[in-house]
């Protein structure tokens, strides 16, 4: 049993993404993505993957609806995958794209599970970033006429919208360090990316409030406590830098309307910049961006000890040899998740937060029976939940929480090696199989659970 117990009307989900499940890449009409070029550049996938098919769930994705009923969750976040609607990035809409997540919407419904949409989790049409990418500011008015259709044809039943998913890992991961989608390196542009990216934010939340009047709209951050590896100044220092860089940078700019005057300056002394005016930025842009939301959503995996390089710049320390770490080689620390979800209510006072995104990647074979333990996975989000609820306690407006993630799926650059799913996936027959990890968030959720009394067949297999 759950010794969880959150308060009524938390709402428990789990959360996927477009292009790590749904394959069908040359289906229907849809266009080519970033990820679909990368993913097929030689070098760029650890395990020389891709995913044309991924989950197949474009396909599948009734059975996959299936097994969220079972769990019992009642929301499901997932992403839109833009050249589904839009192939060539703007312009001609394809029909076909409306239609299937049309399809996916109402019987999300029907199963009493609320779609909880992201607008965008990292797949730009190829067309886009031909054209200059998150690096150009047409592509944020691209972003915004995308919301548009999207919004005119979902904004009826769908009550939750969130805009992007992690600008920092576009911006950092994409265009300055290149180990993801565009794989660019180039500092000066990462920074232009992140301002695109969050004005696109800023212009789509108006536009999703008029199609889709009385849902709430956000915006989902990778957030996670940065502390000094000593106490030095300089390490100090660089623990500044290093918050400034991945956590202030995005939310001074959505809730106070600045830029952070000091992670400007680092930016200027490392060249990124000219400042102190980001000349990217054009009258009335952070009025835009700082455009009020209904909720912020945290996405939270671990914590970053920094100290400075003889440069002064932050390096990340890798954890300590005695923690607890995941596939990822992520520190397991769910007291991050805490400390984070307490300041940014303290900093910025958000109206709402939910935990969109928060799992482990483990890899545990199945015994003979076909039952897979994964008491670590599930001793994380234990572990997890349980600060979710001492955030609570202590004031934090917390309205939900999602486990990333439903199924095994493609981790981009890592390939499908790093699994995350509550449910194991068999790349080669597209079996889905419970781990106990799924059992037990079954049990999680159940206080809350609208958890339908008749069994589906599918689920009388898994019971
Ligand atoms: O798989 C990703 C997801 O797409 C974005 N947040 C982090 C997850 C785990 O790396």
Same mark, same amino acid.
């Given at each position: 049993m759950s010794r969880h117990s959150l308060p009524e009307g938390f709402l428990w989900g789990v959360a996927t993404s477009a292009f790590q499940i749904e394959g069908?890449?040359? %289906?229907?009409g849809r266009g080519e993505s970033i990820w679909d070029r990368f993913a097929a550049?030689?070098?760029?996938i650890a395990d020389g993957s891709?995913?044309?098919?991924?989950?197949d769930h474009y396909h599948r994705w009734r059975e996959d609806i299936e097994l969220m009923r079972w769990l019992g969750v009642g929301a499901y976040r997932f992403s839109i995958a833009w050249p589904r609607i839009l192939p060539r990035g703007r312009?001609?809409?394809n029909p076909a794209g409306l239609d299937w997540y049309d399809a996916l919407v109402d019987t999300l419904l029907e199963a009493g599970i609320l779609p909880f949409v992201t607008?965008?989790?990292?797949?730009?049409p190829q067309e886009l970033q031909d054209a200059g990418g998150w690096g150009v500011r047409e592509t944020a008015d691209a972003f915004v006429a995308y919301a548009d259709a999207v919004s005119r044809r979902l904004g009826d039943r769908v009550r939750h919208w969130t805009t992007h998913n992690e600008p920092w890992c576009v911006a950092f991961?994409?265009? %300055?360090?290149?180990?993801?989608? !565009? #794989?660019h390196r180039d500092p000066a542009e990462s920074l232009r990316a992140a301002h695109h990216v969050l004005l696109s934010h800023g212009g789509a939340v108006e536009v999703l409030r008029r199609n889709s009047p009385g849902a709430e709209v956000g915006i989902v951050l990778i957030l996670a406590p940065v502390s000094p590896a000593t106490e030095s100044a300089a390490d100090r220092d660089a623990a500044r830098q290093a918050d400034g860089s991945l956590?202030?940078?995005y939310l001074d700019p959505l809730f106070r309307g600045r830029y952070p005057e000091d992670a400007i300056e680092d930016r200027v002394r490392l060249g990124h910049?000219? #400042?102190?005016?980001? !000349?990217f930025v054009r009258d009335g842009d952070l009025r835009t961006i700082a455009t009020p939301i209904d909720f912020l959503g945290v996405n939270y995996y671990s914590r970053n000890v920094v100290r400075a390089a003889p440069s002064g710049a932050p390096t990340v320390d890798p954890p300590a040899p005695e923690r607890e770490r995941t596939d990822m080689g992520w520190?397991?620390? !769910?007291?991050g998740l805490y400390d984070t979800l307490v300041r940014v209510t303290r900093d910025y006072a958000p109206a709402k937060i939910y935990v969109t995104e928060n799992g482990a990647a483990y890899t545990d074979a199945a015994d003979a029976? #076909?039952?897979?333990?994964d008491q670590r996975r599930i001793d994380y989000l234990d572990a997890h939940i349980a600060q979710a609820g001492r955030a609570i306690a202590d004031g934090v407006p917390l309205a939900g929480y999602f486990a990333w993630s439903l199924l095994d799926n493609f981790?981009?650059?890592?390939?499908?090696?790093k699994r995350f799913g509550l449910f194991e996936v068999d790349?080669?027959?597209q079996r889905r199989r419970p781990r106990d990890s799924a059992h037990w968030y079954r049990q999680v959720v159940a206080p809350n659970s609208a958890r339908d009394a008749e069994p589906q067949p599918l689920l009388r297999r898994m019971t």
């Open positions: 069908g890449a040359h %289906e229907d550049t030689p070098g760029r891709n995913a044309v098919v991924a989950c312009g001609r809409i607008l965008y989790h990292w797949d730009l991961q994409g265009h %300055e360090v290149g180990a993801q989608a !565009p #794989g956590n202030r940078w910049a000219q #400042g102190p005016a980001l !000349p520190e397991v620390y !769910p007291r029976e #076909g039952r897979i333990a981790e981009w650059a890592h390939g499908y090696a790349f080669e027959t």
